[in-house]
């Protein structure tokens, strides 16, 4: 099973950008979908963006859509996720998953990071 470590994660202002990475071990990363997850205080844990093993394909959640780009790169075992017009409502801890199948899906998860902190000042 793969196991993930997220970085990238800090505090920037309104309107800027971030990059996570998300960092995979072992030799069957490139068999996964991967996806990025979100979890803001109180509420549960939402959707972002996901992409194909081989990178082919993407998906987004409406309220990142234009704004955040997933990426990978299965030679160095990442997976990426570019924020750019970040706003205040994107502050959350922010997760990586790996699922078998695309588009992942939050209940059919095999691994996820142990999340990375994302905040945004407005």
């Known amino acids: 099973q793969v196991q993930l470590v997220e970085s990238g994660g800090g505090l920037v202002q309104a309107g800027g950008s971030l990059r996570l990475s998300c960092a995979a071990s072992g030799r069957t990363f490139s068999r996964y979908a991967m996806g990025w997850f979100r979890q803001a205080p109180g509420k549960e844990r939402e959707f972002v963006a996901t992409?194909?093993?081989?990178?082919?394909?993407?998906y987004y959640a409406d309220s990142v859509k234009g704004r955040f780009t997933i990426s990978r790169d299965n030679a160095k075992n990442t997976v990426y996720l570019q924020m750019n017009s970040l706003k205040a409502e994107d502050t959350a801890v922010y997760y990586c998953?790996?699922?078998?199948?695309?588009?992942?899906?939050?209940?059919?998860?095999?691994?996820w990071g142990q999340g990375t902190q994302v905040t945004v000042s407005s």
């Open positions: 998953a790996a699922d078998g199948f695309y588009p992942v899906l939050r209940e059919r998860v095999v691994s």
């Open positions: 992409i194909t093993w081989s990178g082919d394909s993407t």
